[in-house]
């Protein structure tokens, strides 16, 4: 059983660019959510999708955005990139409403942006 | 609001001695709480979590929280420190349902030989 895969492991890209991020969650999951983690920080909340619908967001801008599909992977797109989008960008899956709801984290994509 | 405050950004102890992270948080419900630990170059790996079914916590390795609401606190434990354990802990505070999880700073644990 494969747990949450995302891809690709790393990125390079250069300001002004855009990227997509990919997501597969773990089986039996629906819910998706997206963190960025700066290096020696922990991971801070972009948002989090459930039955393809953004459901919660944290405090970033309108040039991230991301989507989830009927088969319950997700994309997190960022726009504009910005020096500071240079992070670990880690996406997590769970189980909506379950009684022993817990996030199980990917290994994470490394975006550089130069 | 919800937050979580990690009291230490690293930790260094001997292989065999006592491991104590500590972690204060803040909520205005009652929080799911959880701690995870992320090594080198790995995802992040649920260590344990508190759901108000029990103040003290067992997780996996031999960990183990102690949820104080009195404190508002829910510090991580081992009895005995293992060279395994060397890794980025994080304190983590959820609401109901889950929809939005926020990470404290995270604490380095270095453990000597």
């Known amino acids: 059983d494969a747990g949450v895969t995302q891809s690709p492991t790393h990125l390079i890209k250069t300001r002004g660019q855009q990227v997509t991020l990919r997501c597969s969650p773990k089986s039996g999951h629906d819910t998706v959510s997206w963190y960025q983690q700066a290096l020696g920080q922990g991971p801070q909340f972009i948002f989090q999708?459930?039955?393809?619908?953004?459901?919660q967001r944290g405090n970033f801008p309108d040039r991230f955005s991301g989507h989830q599909f009927p088969n319950y992977s997700s994309e997190l797109n960022v726009n504009a990139l910005l020096l500071g989008d240079s992070a670990l960008y880690l996406c997590?899956?769970?189980?909506?409403?379950?009684?022993?709801?817990?996030?199980?984290f990917g290994s994470g994509t490394q975006l550089s942006v130069l | 609001a919800q937050s979580v405050t990690q009291l230490d950004s690293h930790v260094s102890v001997s292989e065999g001695t006592p491991v104590l992270l500590r972690c204060n948080y803040s909520s205005s419900y009652s929080p799911s709480l959880f701690w995870y630990v992320q090594h080198p170059n790995k995802g992040l790996q649920l260590l344990l979590k508190y759901t108000s079914a029990a103040t003290l916590v067992k997780g996996i390795n031999g960990f183990e929280a102690e949820f104080k609401k009195s404190e508002t606190s829910f510090h991580l434990t081992k009895p005995s420190a293992h060279m395994s354990d060397a890794a980025e802990y994080f304190c983590?505070?959820?609401?109901?349902?889950?929809?939005?999880?926020?990470f404290g700073a995270g604490t380095r644990l270095f453990v000597k030989a």
């Open positions: 999708y459930y039955e393809e619908e953004e459901r």
């Open positions: 983590v505070v959820s609401d109901t349902g889950g929809f939005k999880t926020i």
């Open positions: 997590a899956s769970s189980i909506k409403y379950a009684t022993n709801e817990k996030l199980f």
